[in-house]
């Protein structure tokens, strides 16, 4: 497939909807679903993969990128809910449990203006987990103008050979620092491994490697069955539950370079839900639906998880079982209301800035 070829994939909904869950299940467990963070890397490179596609995309067929479109259209599928987010978790806050160092002014603007990933999480309260959203609103406004630079001045195998090459490096960095824990606090500011723009790109710029890569990988992948894809993707779907039942980010595995496998792990994932379009399973009604509302689910459900927290029993599984309930559907009921009434007429808007074939 062509990158000007390249059109929607159900399956990716599911996908979305899969890496929503995951981050759900991290926040909502108290630490029994540790690898739930594997769902902000799946998203990461999901992101990185699309993007790049998108950009190469418009280049192919116009001879070059419009840099203020693609900001339109990113403000415009982001900016209205960011915003609802923002005044929910305000008001919620007033519900929840108490949240002593909170600085609801400094929260707030740095969950809008995007820099809540190098503030203290105690600073930021029911706001800290927008940091990922943070990671990839830089990404977004560097990318588009280093693409438009790669694509006039380079060829294709320099293009994968540079960005393999920041990969490994960024890779190679965060295991040294890793192993000294590192982390870098400034008064309210943080710089550490885990939120810090810089040491998050991998995920990213692999995402973005394989969208590079993708009509090679089409080649490469001639002649490989649907049934095989199948296979392939049961064998990821049973490493990824591994994974989100043991693999914690502070584990020796993780600290080892984990980190790579797993962004690894995720590209491929990606790059077969492309290959086996209109999945059973990646594609179901129930995935498809979480998965276009997921950005709703992922930015308003921290808030909400918290609002329930004054509910909780300790050592209650009943309890817990209801609380996560409540969690679990407020959150999908918000983002549901959310996608309708505030986010689908600015979608409807980007048709005005869409790429021109």
């Known amino acids: 497939m062509a990158p000007n070829s390249f059109k929607y994939i159900a399956n990716l909904d599911g996908l979305r909807a899969i890496a929503a869950l995951f981050v759900l299940l991290i926040h909502g467990s108290y630490g029994y679903f540790a690898g739930g963070w594997i769902g902000v890397d799946l998203f990461f490179v999901l992101s ?10 418009e280049y192919v067929n116009n001879q ?20 609802f987010c923002i005044v929910l978790a305000n008001v919620l806050n007033l519900f929840s449990t108490d949240h002593s160092n909170r600085n609801h002014w400094i929260s707030s603007l740095a969950a809008l203006f995007y820099f809540t990933n190098i503030l203290n999480i105690s600073v930021l309260g029911n706001l800290s987990h927008l940091w990922s959203l943070s990671v990839e609103e830089h990404f977004y406004l560097f990318w588009p103008l280093l693409m438009t630079i790669l694509f006039v001045r ?5 293009q994968i050979r540079l960005l393999f090459s920041v990969i490994l490096i960024i890779t190679i960095i965060k295991i040294i620092l890793s192993y000294n824990d590192f982390i870098y606090i400034k008064n309210i500011f943080v710089i550490d491994i885990y939120r ?9 710029l692999t995402g973005a490697l394989i969208g590079l890569m993708y009509p090679s990988l089409n080649k490469i992948s001639v002649g490989f069955s649907n049934k095989k894809y199948s296979y392939l993707l049961l064998f990821m779907g049973f490493t990824f539950t591994y994974f989100l039942f043991t693999l914690s980010e502070n584990s020796l595995f993780y600290k080892s370079g984990g980190f790579f496998i797993v962004n690894v792990l995720c590209a491929i994932l990606v790059f077969i839900a492309t290959k086996i379009p209109n999945h059973s399973l990646l594609s179901n009604k129930l995935l498809s639906w ?10 308003y459900h921290f808030p909400i998880f ?15 079982l ?5 969690r679990f559907s407020t959150t999908i009921l918000i983002a549901a ?8 007429p600015f979608l409807n808007l980007k048709v005005k800035y869409a790429v021109k074939k």
């Open 64 to 83: 070059h990128i419009s840099i203020s479109k693609f900001y339109i259209r990113r403000i415009l599928r982001l900016l209205p809910a960011l915003i």
């Open 337 to 344: 209301i959310s996608y309708t009434y505030i986010e689908k």
């Open 48 to 57: 990185g993969f699309l993007i790049t596609l998108l950009l190469e995309n």
């Open 322 to 326: 209801l609380v996560s309930f409540l």
């Open 154 to 158: 380079t060829s294709k195998k320099i």
């Open 290 to 299: 979480l998965g276009v509302r997921s950005y709703g689910i992922y930015i």
């Open 196 to 204: 810090f723009t810089f040491f998050r790109m991998d995920c990213l």
């Open 306 to 320: 918290l609002l329930y927290e004054v509910l909780r029993v300790p050592s209650n599984i009943s309890n817990y």
